[in-house]
């Protein structure tokens, strides 16, 4: 299984941001996916994730201002960003649900992309 994330970068407060997850698992939707985050110095965690019926889930920092989505025929999972602040900066990584359901811990996951830098700063 191949997970590959995209669409990084360095922007301002309070700007949005679209990151994308692409897989190359052919079960791809049976899953449940989740992004997660690593801060420096910080433990990996859980951000948002969607289960294999669309059901989504939210960590309470991001609730209301990021969005998790899937499309089944592109294999791929987008997390939109808006209204973000400086404390989302972290290395952003998409994982494989081990089932259906929304991976909210690292145990969860079966697989894990390489993850894509996110940098909010002024």
């Known amino acids: 299984v191949q997970l590959v994330e995209s669409g990084g970068g360095l922007v301002q407060p309070g700007d949005s941001l679209r990151i994308s997850c692409a897989a190359s698992?052919?079960?791809?939707?049976?899953?449940?996916v989740g992004w997660f985050r690593q801060a420096p110095g910080k433990e990996r965690e859980f951000v948002a994730g969607?289960?294999?019926?669309?059901?989504?889930m939210y960590a309470d920092s991001v609730k209301g201002r990021f969005t998790i989505s899937r499309d089944n025929t592109k294999k791929t999972v987008d997390l939109q960003m808006n209204a973000l602040i400086p404390e989302d900066t972290a290395v952003y990584y998409c994982?494989?649900?081990?089932?259906?359901?929304?991976?909210?811990?690292?145990?969860?996951?079966?697989?894990w992309g390489q993850g894509t830098q996110v940098t909010i700063s002024s």
């Open positions: 994982g494989l649900s081990t089932g259906n359901w929304v991976p909210m811990t690292l145990g969860q996951v079966d697989d």
């Open positions: 698992e052919r079960t791809f939707s049976r899953l449940g």
């Open positions: 969607i289960n294999w019926t669309f059901g989504t």
